[in-house]
């Protein structure tokens, strides 16, 4: 029978203690606030409430349960010891809910026709979050779209379905003609829902230079930066008996739960009972003193259910009677619990379920997710093909099917690759050469050519008799010119074997007598990626020092994804579905006419969420004994 431990909170509330209520469903924020029967509605309204207001030590702020609000909880006040100001839950049914999702009421009204293609929100629809919001991503159903440019300039970049765009506070979308709105467009998806945040990020709780604060019985989902977040000279606080699940696939957040503390803060942060699933770190500790976790959970986060990036030995970090379960879930082995390389990490404490144990739960469908396996790098990797042919009757003998990244530009064994297709199973496109785009770990979406550099190809340097040398490239055409020594000038055709690769541009100059070239040390250079996505340059001086030759990521980007599209298709006949790079599109196995023809069946699970304890916390001081209680929060 499942098992679901809560704790509640014992605290002493001093006699001048106030009680507050907030109801997105019923309040209104010109009632008082001081009964369920006059709730106050939002968070952010001017006035003396919520994160414009003032509270006393032992003042509790009542959420509805039921309700939702697409707006941060920022508390302004901080209590004291053995009166905490706190956060909590009234009524019955599941527990309030904070979340970044706007979801775009599906109806005509909502939308006004631009021109073209494209439609944009009507008025009013999508509301911010701060001063500078924008939107991070927009689903469609449960396909995420594609984000096109910012700028008075975006409407113009939208070319097709799930396309969009933003210049707020208007929500720019792919949608037939005049007389078709997205909501005949996207009919089938069913709903259009927009994830709001501020463009710098923010927490949807915010706990910034507070101290003694207590939450629980609180949801916080579908954001793309953090959920929970403490930062500052923040100490003593205590989130028990919640929830944060960021749901989003955005580059390196969001983060479920993420204290930061300034040096010496940080101190007694307790998480009690927590959940933080489908982020990037369920739990991330970058600064704290000391952080103890009892009876938490993390699953399927992308990176780790647990991770300390303090740097400390010893951790400041305890964990115990916890479970972390299927994290790093695109890789094997899993990664549940993990620090910076050279520190032993978070402390293990007693009681923990080991991360080879199934969580076993109760909203087992609640979040379903389309499992796959996936091989990844097939061409450049070395006896990917024969690992492949290894398990293909481990799978066929169970029904299954798996998909193959094929790396086009490298030796594959393409006659592997039909047969797999040939049995039903997926073939990927990877890039073509797999090479990296940029050098920077921006997540995805806020990264340009201003901020993200090109990625190096090689570094070259002039060292011969002439006194000056200098390197341009310009249409497609690498030239040189040395001063005091003419025989050492170059035309280099980019476009022409054997220069047409960075493996063969490099090893030709690095056989010239008077050139010298060097690898760039990070991201690694890919030998096939084509010369003619080098950047185009003038009168660089090669001669004082070595020139870094980089790619053009605008060029680079494109090329890559057509010119592996083609190879594949060209190689391993009857395919014709489209290749995309997640999250820009999907491809569904179970409607693509190629896929259908061969045969392919979907496998489809649920994504197992909520977890089980299986032996008894010890009492705490702060809370009562354990009590058995019945899911929701």
């Not at 006699?15 to 939002?42: H, L, M, Q």
């Not at 690898?519 to 870094?548: C, E, F, H, W």
Request: glycine share 10%; charged share 10%.
């Amino acid at each position: 029978m499942k098992r679901v431990v809560l704790f509640v909170l014992a605290c002493c509330v001093g006699a001048s203690a106030a009680n507050y209520y907030v109801s997105s469903s019923g309040g209104n924020d010109s009632n008082n606030g001081t009964s369920a029967a006059a709730p106050w509605k939002t968070f952010s309204a001017t006035g003396n409430h919520i994160n414009a207001g003032s509270f006393n030590p032992g003042d509790v702020i009542y959420l509805k349960r039921g309700d939702v609000w697409n707006e941060q909880l920022i508390p302004p006040s901080s209590g004291t010891s053995g009166s905490p100001v706190q956060f909590d839950a009234y009524g019955t049914g599941a527990a309030p809910v904070i979340t970044a999702a706007a979801p775009i009421p599906f109806v005509s009204g909502s939308w006004t026709y631009v021109a073209e293609n494209v439609w944009k929100t009507a008025p009013g629809i999508v509301t911010g979050m701060g001063a500078a919001t924008t939107v991070d991503m927009v689903q469609f159903g449960a396909v995420y779209g594609r984000r096109q440019p910012y700028g008075s300039g975006c409407a113009s970049a939208i070319v097709g379905k799930y396309d969009w765009c933003l210049v707020w506070p208007n929500l720019y979308v792919y949608s037939g003609n005049v007389s078709t709105p997205p909501t005949t467009t996207y009919a089938a998806d069913g709903s259009i829902t927009a994830y709001v945040d501020s463009t710098a990020g923010l927490p949807l709780i915010s706990v910034v230079d507070k101290v003694w604060l207590t939450f629980q019985h609180i949801k916080v989902q579908g954001f793309s930066y953090t959920g929970v977040g403490v930062t500052g000279a923040s100490d003593n606080l205590v989130f028990a008996n919640m929830e944060s699940d960021g749901m989003l696939p955005y580059g390196t957040t969001p983060h479920g739960f993420y204290v930061n503390a300034s040096a010496g803060h940080g101190a007694n942060i307790e998480f009690v009972n927590d959940d933080a699933n489908l982020n990037y770190d369920g739990f991330r500790i970058s600064g704290a003193t000391s952080v103890t976790l009892t009876n938490c959970r993390g699953y399927a986060n992308r990176d780790a259910g647990l991770r300390d990036t303090t740097g400390s030995n010893p951790s400041p970090v305890t964990y115990s009677y916890s479970h972390f379960y299927g994290n790093n879930i695109a890789q094997f082995p899993t990664s549940d619990v993990v620090a910076n390389t050279g520190v032993p990490g978070p402390i293990v404490g007693s009681g923990n379920i080991s991360s080879a144990i199934a969580p076993v739960v109760t909203n087992f469908a609640t979040y379903p997710a389309r499992f796959s396996f996936t091989v990844d790098d097939v061409g450049s990797a070395s006896g990917t093909e024969g690992y492949i042919n290894s398990f293909l009757g481990t799978f066929s003998s169970r029904g299954l099917k798996f998909n193959a990244a094929v790396v086009s530009s490298y030796g594959v064994d393409w006659a592997s690759v039909n047969s797999w297709y040939a049995s039903g199973n997926e073939i990927d496109s990877h890039s073509w050469s797999h090479q990296y785009y940029t050098t920077t770990g921006t997540p995805s979406g806020t990264c340009t050519l201003a901020t993200c550099p090109n990625a190096p190809a090689m570094m070259v340097q002039y060292t011969g008799p002439g006194t000056v040398a200098t390197l341009s490239i310009s249409g497609n055409v690498l030239t040189t010119a040395v001063t005091g020594a003419p025989s050492d000038n170059l035309t280099i055709n980019l476009a022409s074997s054997p220069y047409n690769t960075r493996q063969g541009l490099h090893d030709y100059l690095a056989a010239l007598a008077h050139y010298s070239v060097s690898d760039p040390t990070s991201p690694l250079a890919r030998p096939n990626t084509k010369s003619v996505n080098l950047l185009s340059v003038a009168n660089q001086d090669i001669m004082s020092s070595a020139y870094t030759l980089v790619y053009d990521q605008t060029l680079l980007l494109p090329d890559e994804m057509s010119s592996s599209k083609s190879v594949i298709q060209s190689s391993v006949p009857g395919i014709t579905a489209s290749f995309f790079v997640y999250p820009d599109g999907i491809e569904d196995p179970t409607s693509e006419a190629d896929a259908v023809a061969a045969g392919y069946t979907a496998a489809r699970g649920s994504l197992a969420m909520k977890g089980q304890d299986n032996s008894s916390p010890p009492k705490y001081s702060r809370y009562t004994a354990a009590l058995h209680v019945d899911y929701p929060l």
